[in-house]
């Protein structure tokens, strides 16, 4: 059974950088693909950054350019956050694609069938 845990989460300062680690174990030829979420209270669980195959990713318009996601060629997956801004602040989450249609189309939390359980990124301005 495939599992997923983040880690690397903290405070920090407007400007600085993150960077969150995701070590997925059992079962990872069956994941297509690699994303990271954020959820803030009172609102839906958005799509940030997704890798499959490597070297194809996907950003969201609000990170593009700051955050930057890599694999190890193994069993983690990264989230390098640079220029962090206080919006930036929410839990974010590991979460496994297991299909295509999960892996090419827009990140959609509810396609995605195994998450981590999420690290806290707090930006104070």
């Known amino acids: 059974q495939v599992q997923l845990m983040e880690s690397g989460g903290g405070s920090v300062h407007a400007g600085d950088s993150l960077k969150l680690s995701c070590e997925v174990s059992?079962?990872?030829?069956?994941?297509?693909?690699l994303a990271w979420f954020r959820q803030v209270p009172g609102k839906e669980r958005e799509g940030v950054a997704r890798i499959r195959e490597h070297s194809l990713v996907l950003y969201a318009a609000a990170v593009d350019g700051r955050f930057y996601i890599s694999d190890d060629y193994d069993n983690r997956v990264y989230l390098q956050m640079n220029s962090l801004k206080p919006e930036d602040t929410a839990v974010y989450y590991c979460?496994?694609?297991?299909?295509?249609?999960?892996?090419?189309?827009?990140?959609?939390?509810?396609?995605?069938?195994?998450w981590g359980q999420g690290t806290q990124v707090t930006v104070s301005s």
């Open positions: 979460a496994a694609g297991l299909d295509r249609r999960t892996c090419t189309e827009e990140m959609t939390a509810h396609l995605y069938p195994l």
């Open positions: 059992g079962g990872i030829a069956s994941v297509q693909c």
